[in-house]
């Protein structure tokens, strides 16, 4: 099984929600990632994961809360977030070693604030 | 500034012609690897080339790699409608993977 699955696809959310986006794979990856994606621009790193510790946080704001429950999900909870947090949100694994390997990518949750 | 750049930023072509985008980064590398995103959806892994290699092949996709000139180059040969999507080259400076700002390649039937 080489799939990283991502729920939900599609997301629209008020600026007052709470709500989670997961990801999970079963490809015995012990490396995890969240990405933010802007229309028209490449993806940028959020977060990682290694050996279901907090590795990398890209200084990313606090509305934004990475948990790792295990070693096949990773979820990222969303609270009180701002119209400019509308994006593309993507899920990554590898082996780890730095991500100096080739990551695997979910499809995507399309997120929309309002 | 992002590490990697790319040229071109769009690229239109007839299905059957070949298609180059470059890439150019800023540090030293262990490797570089390629990446494609149809349409908004999630990135698919194409080929990796490290930084001892300078030329490497998987069917249609030809990748060479100059560390000297900090420097890379996707061909697609005899390409499809199906490769119209968006490409990215990734390097790996300080443990973290960082995209080059893509080509968009639209491949008109």
């Known amino acids: 099984d080489t799939e990283v699955t991502q729920t939900p696809k599609h997301l629209v959310m008020g600026m007052t929600n709470k709500k989670s986006l997961k990801c999970e794979q079963h490809?015995?990856?012990?490396?995890m990632y969240w990405y933010k994606q802007k229309a028209k621009k490449p993806p940028e790193l959020m977060f990682v994961?290694?050996?279901?510790?907090?590795?990398i946080n890209e200084s990313v704001p606090s509305r934004f809360s990475p948990e790792c429950p295990n070693s096949s999900l990773l979820n990222l909870h969303l609270h009180a977030l701002q119209p400019e947090d509308s994006a593309l949100y993507l899920c990554?694994?590898?082996?780890?070693?730095?991500?100096?390997?080739?990551?695997?990518f979910g499809p995507g949750t399309r997120l929309l604030v309002l | 500034s992002q590490q990697g750049e790319e040229d071109p930023q769009a690229l239109s072509i007839q299905e059957g012609e070949n298609a180059t985008m470059n890439c150019s980064y800023k540090?030293?590398?262990?490797?570089l690897q390629w990446y494609r995103q149809n349409s908004g959806r999630g990135l698919v892994h194409l080929i990796l080339?490290?930084?001892?290699?300078r030329e490497k092949h998987s069917g249609r996709l030809r990748v060479t790699l100059d560390t000297s000139k900090k420097s890379s180059s996707l061909l697609i040969t005899a390409s499809r409608a199906a490769d119209t999507a968006s490409y990215f080259c990734?390097?790996?400076?300080?443990?973290?993977?960082?995209f080059g700002q893509g080509t968009e390649l639209s491949v008109k039937p």
């Open positions: 990554a694994s590898s082996q780890p070693l730095l991500a100096q390997e080739t990551q695997y």
């Open positions: 490809m015995g990856h012990r490396a």
């Open positions: 994961y290694s050996y279901e510790k907090l590795s």
């Open positions: 540090t030293s590398i262990n490797n």
């Open positions: 080339i490290r930084s001892n290699e």
């Open positions: 990734a390097t790996v400076p300080r443990g973290k993977l960082i």
